[in-house]
């Protein structure tokens, strides 16, 4: 494969840092080509992987990127970015994604993780691979990056939502590891109580979460870094603003809906949002 066929679509000092610096993963270091929004050519495939409050500001860089035959895969937290995502380029354009049992923690350009994890993929429901999806899987094989595809990718998006809602609200308030989320009564008591919160209100949006779920999640914590920390824990201590409306602000949403009480998110929000002034 290659190298040279990707790039950062990046402006002000993220482009300067990023064509000066590179990045570094796990010590090795990367010199990736970065372009500038207006320089962006008609890309076969865009992944979106920016944090939520800055979507509406990507999904303007992206646009001379897409092209006849783009095809645009978010790998962002929430259960909505798909959405955004087709209203401005056309569902046809949008496969669902989401990445699972990752561990990185960043510093700047500076990326280090103990587990990979793995992208999940695909369109709402596989039952049969299409050929935009297999195409996807074929670049992903040559790449060597761990992968799978769901049967149903909107019950995933909803698993990994839960999973965000708990533990990375739990981290960032608790200044929690992966290790203390794991290990602490306190932490495994809150994390769970959010986590049931979006059980109740996927099951009520016909979404198949159980109580089977939350046990799903503590195999995956338990091979993750010890050390390692949840992306909004990361955002908290670097002073960045958090997803906090994305996750609590969200369940906040869905429950005033449908008419379930949120009270452990509502508490979580409450806390949370004063991180992002």
Request: hydrophobic letters at 40%; charged letters at 25%; a neutral charge.
């Given at each position: 494969m290659d190298p040279n066929c990707v790039s950062f679509i990046a402006e002000g000092s993220r482009y300067d840092r990023l064509k000066s610096d590179g990045i570094i993963v796990n010590g090795n270091h990367y010199n990736i080509a970065v372009v500038r929004p207006e320089e962006a050519t008609h890309a076969d495939l865009i992944l979106v992987a920016v944090k939520y409050h800055h979507l509406n500001q990507a999904l303007e860089h992206l646009k001379n990127g897409v092209g006849p035959q783009t095809i645009i895969l978010s790998v962002m937290n929430g259960i909505d970015s798909e959405e955004r995502i087709g209203a401005v380029y056309g569902m046809d354009k949008v496969v669902y994604g989401l990445t699972l049992g990752i561990d990185a923690v960043r510093e700047d350009t500076v990326i280090t993780y103990k587990n990979q994890g793995q992208i999940l993929f695909g369109e709402e429901k596989n039952t049969i691979v299409t050929d935009r999806v297999q195409r996807i899987r074929d670049l992903f094989t040559r790449a060597v990056l761990a992968h799978s595809i769901p049967p149903d990718m909107i019950r995933s998006l909803w698993f990994k939502f839960m999973i965000n809602v708990g533990a990375n609200q739990t981290s960032a308030l608790l200044r929690a590891t992966y290790g203390t989320l794991h290990s602490s009564s306190e932490a495994r008591e809150l994390m769970d109580s959010a986590m049931r919160e979006v059980i109740t209100i996927a099951r009520a949006t016909k979404v198949d979460l159980s109580e089977?779920?939350?046990?799903?999640?503590?195999?995956?914590?338990?091979?993750?870094?010890?050390?390692?920390?949840?992306?909004?824990?990361?955002?908290?201590?670097?002073?960045?603003?958090t997803e906090v409306e994305m996750l609590a602000g969200m369940i906040l949403k869905l429950g005033k809906r449908h008419g379930i009480p949120t009270p452990v998110n509502q508490m979580l929000y409450d806390k949370l949002r004063w991180e992002s002034k």
């Amino acid at each position: 494969m290659d190298p040279n066929c990707v790039s950062f679509i990046a402006e002000g000092s993220r482009y300067d840092r990023l064509k000066s610096d590179g990045i570094i993963v796990n010590g090795n270091h990367y010199n990736i080509a970065v372009v500038r929004p207006e320089e962006a050519t008609h890309a076969d495939l865009i992944l979106v992987a920016v944090k939520y409050h800055h979507l509406n500001q990507a999904l303007e860089h992206l646009k001379n990127g897409v092209g006849p035959q783009t095809i645009i895969l978010s790998v962002m937290n929430g259960i909505d970015s798909e959405e955004r995502i087709g209203a401005v380029y056309g569902m046809d354009k949008v496969v669902y994604g989401l990445t699972l049992g990752i561990d990185a923690v960043r510093e700047d350009t500076v990326i280090t993780y103990k587990n990979q994890g793995q992208i999940l993929f695909g369109e709402e429901k596989n039952t049969i691979v299409t050929d935009r999806v297999q195409r996807i899987r074929d670049l992903f094989t040559r790449a060597v990056l761990a992968h799978s595809i769901p049967p149903d990718m909107i019950r995933s998006l909803w698993f990994k939502f839960m999973i965000n809602v708990g533990a990375n609200q739990t981290s960032a308030l608790l200044r929690a590891t992966y290790g203390t989320l794991h290990s602490s009564s306190e932490a495994r008591e809150l994390m769970d109580s959010a986590m049931r919160e979006v059980i109740t209100i996927a099951r009520a949006t016909k979404v198949d979460l159980s109580e089977k779920d939350i046990g799903e999640w503590y195999k995956i914590l338990a091979r993750l870094n010890p050390a390692g920390k949840t992306s909004m824990l990361q955002d908290v201590e670097a002073g960045r603003e958090t997803e906090v409306e994305m996750l609590a602000g969200m369940i906040l949403k869905l429950g005033k809906r449908h008419g379930i009480p949120t009270p452990v998110n509502q508490m979580l929000y409450d806390k949370l949002r004063w991180e992002s002034k």
